[in-house]
């Protein structure tokens, strides 16, 4: 184990010695500020404190949180989270879409910054650690540089967004802008979005202060939890996230007859029902006998007129497929269609797809930022796999203006938004190990 004595201890003893200046003049001053900080590492017990403290705003009696935007637990949790920055060393300011985001300056003026965080707004019954290993990891990234004196070149900034399980509003604001409409939304809180924006400190009139453009951006990466399965399952630590899935939605519309379900022989009937019931398995079927981790699912299912005695003259489904290439998507909808064909003219049932206004496009990560993380994993001796996210993120909204990317650490279980979500202490350090590598990496020109 490799011990290096901080920095600003060093100073000290050699200021006491007035030894500073010479130390400053050969150059001293210079290697303390850029030396790779091996023995710099995150704080597994303040990270698990932090995390626990901030599980009591909102906490439910189910042991998770219901910390909604907007509400008062949220306000709580972010004045927490203010409090924390400051300790960091951080300057914190609220954006006009409510973002928290506490800023350390550079040591070279003009250099754009490297942006990283995530959320702490939670699901109604949620878990103690989606959004909030970010945020805490980010938080914890920072304190380190601000404890062992390491300075960087460019100017660092910790975020935590706004409202990130209503659609990504916070990052959304900052990049491509809220869509119309939005900011009358209800939120989880009862309020509306403007409202629960104002309420937290921002300004909805002024949302356009809150954008960012790309010149403003070195880069961005957001630590998360994974929410699935994969990296625990195999006992791997760290996910080199490779982008966040995109999604479509269609209305599955199945024309049949309603007609008498006592009177009507079973061979002269037109039921949606039947065909919805094929279609249904066609969907699973076509996703799941392509190469891919591409994903289709049928949610929803209405039968009219939806009673016990009559038969369904008309069945509206839904329709969603997932993956982190557009081309994959339109393949799979078109061999589900081509599949919907031949149910419908089999049973005599058209049935139409009516796509809905809900699409978010796949969101690739940058590819130098893939291998960044994973050459900082694999410096850590951490063990690493490249996969998508299959849940939304605001680093995705963050790919339109930096090259972004994400860092994964194991659920236990897989299990997320819910209480019974948890990430181990050693795992969320591990994540902010690799955050903190990947900060230096790019601040020293690795990108
Ligand atoms: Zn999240």
Redesign the pocket.
Known sequence: MSYKLPSHFLRQVLKTLGLITICSWIGFATVAQTAEPSSVSAKIERIEQRIQTLSKYGANPEGGVSRVAFSKADIEGRDYIKGLMRQAGLTVRVDSAGNVIGRREGSESGLPVIMFG??IDSVPGGGNY??DV?VIGSIEVAQLLHENDIKTRHPLEVISFTY??GGLIGSRAMTTGLGPGTLDIISHSGMTIAEGIRIVGGNPNRLELARRSPEEFAAFIEL??E?GAFLYEESIDIGVVEGIVGIRWWDVVIEGVANHAGTTPMNKRRDAMLSAAELTLAVNRVATSLEGRQVSTVGRIRAEPGAPNVIPGRVVMSLEIRDLDANKMQQVFNAIKIEAESIAEARQTPISFEELDAASPPAPTDVRMRKIIAESAEKLGLSFKFMPSG?G??AADMTYVAPAGMIFVPSVGGISHSPKEYTRSEDMANGANVLLKTVLAIDSGAL
Do not use: N, T
Request: no cysteine.
């Open positions: 995530s959320h989606d959004g970010g990130e399980e998360h939890i929410q849940a993120h605001d």
